[in-house]
């Protein structure tokens, strides 16, 4: 399982869609690992948007996003950076698909309701820039069957230690010896 960063900009919060943010990722599946409230400080975001920093924008977004406090989550789930990515849609609002998060809701660039990682990398770096370790939390989650196949969730790892090339060797095996304990 991948994990990744998502933050609730200014937008979001003053108009009312941390839940209905909140909401879209974990109806998709993705399992909530961290979540809080903090006013993003100046430092932090100059780290996060270094790769920004010659952009026009950069004072008036480094501004912005330290404003009001943003909603920080950390979201858990197969291919979670690419699955938030998709929820969120196009960082350009306008351009952004209707049913995703940017597209049903935002019209800017800038104030585009959300920031999300855009690689596993970045996530795992942001995640570390606005998370602490004991801030992010391990649990299991009572649909996570329901969400992924066996095979999705690690349950037949165990299968190529036995030295079985694939699952359905592994239960061919396992039905063969039922059968000659039943003969016995």
């Known amino acids: 399982m991948r994990r990744t960063l998502v933050i609730v900009k200014p937008d979001g919060i003053n108009r009312c869609l941390i839940g209905d943010v909140i ?27 270094v790769h920004l920093q010659d952009k026009p924008f950069y004072e008036e977004l480094l501004e912005y996003m330290s404003s009001i ?10 291919d979670a950076v690419a699955v938030v990515r998709k929820l969120v849609g196009s960082t350009n ?20 309701i959300v920031h999300a990682s855009e690689t596993e990398d970045a996530a795992e770096d942001e995640l570390k820039r606005f998370f602490k370790d004991e801030e992010l939390f391990e649990y299991d989650k009572m649909n996570f069957n329901w969400l992924y196949c066996n095979s999705e969730q ?23 010896i039922k059968k000659d304990q039943e003969n016995e």
């Open 154 to 176: 690690g349950k037949y790892d165990h299968v190529e230690n036995e030295g079985k090339s694939s699952e359905a060797e592994y239960f061919e095996e396992k039905e063969e």
């Open 23 to 49: 909401t879209r990722f974990e109806k998709k599946g993705l399992k909530l690992i961290g979540l809080k409230m903090d006013l993003l400080k100046v430092y932090q975001l100059k780290d996060h948007y």
């Open 93 to 112: 609002a306008r351009d952004a698909d209707i049913g995703t998060i940017r597209g049903d809701y935002a019209m800017s660039v800038q104030t585009n």
């Open 69 to 78: 406090p943003c909603v920080l989550l950390a979201l858990e789930g197969k």
